[in-house]
């Protein structure tokens, strides 16, 4: 097995743990009986995986060359800086009383579509 595609199955056995911890830490906090100190134990369980998540992707990326690390580094921009835009908007509306309570998972759904966004404005501007 070549280096990278290790990389690859290891990113996607961690990717399937952080999501595994998250499903099991959102079951946890659903029940009731827990006391506050152990409901706060219990939000930090995706922390590991998470953090592993974000080594793995940071390791990976030191792998690219530079276009790809110019093109990924804008994309990456162009995400935060609108999902920063959008959570604001959202929550000026929401004090409008205009929507409902705003989940975070829908805030990983949105980087993931505006990082797709900012990729493919990204290589359109350099084509």
């Known amino acids: 097995m070549t280096e990278r595609?290790?990389?690859?199955v290891l990113l996607v056995a961690i990717v399937i743990a952080?999501?595994?911890?998250?499903?099991?830490?959102?079951?946890?906090?659903?029940?009731?009986?827990?006391?506050?100190?152990?409901?706060?134990w219990i939000a930090m369980i995706p922390l590991p995986g998470?953090?592993?998540l974000i080594a793995m992707v940071l390791y990976i990326v030191r792998f690219l060359d530079e276009f790809k690390r110019q093109v990924g580094l804008e994309a990456v921009t162009f995400a935060f800086l609108t999902t920063g835009v959008g959570v604001f908007v959202y929550g000026y509306v929401?004090?409008?009383?205009?929507v409902g309570p705003f989940h975070a998972a829908?805030?990983?759904?949105?980087?993931?579509?505006?990082y797709g966004l900012g990729h493919l404005i990204a290589m359109w501007r350099y084509r």
Not at 106 to 114: A, E, K, Q, R, Y
Request: proline share 2%; charged share 20%.
């Open 94 to 98: 929401q004090k409008a009383g205009l």
């Open 18 to 40: 952080a999501c595994f911890l998250d499903i099991w830490a959102s079951r946890l906090l659903e029940e009731t009986g827990f006391s506050p100190i152990q409901r706060f």
């Open 50 to 52: 998470e953090i592993a």
């Open 106 to 114: 829908w805030i990983w759904i949105f980087m993931l579509v505006t």
């Open 5 to 8: 595609t290790r990389l690859r």
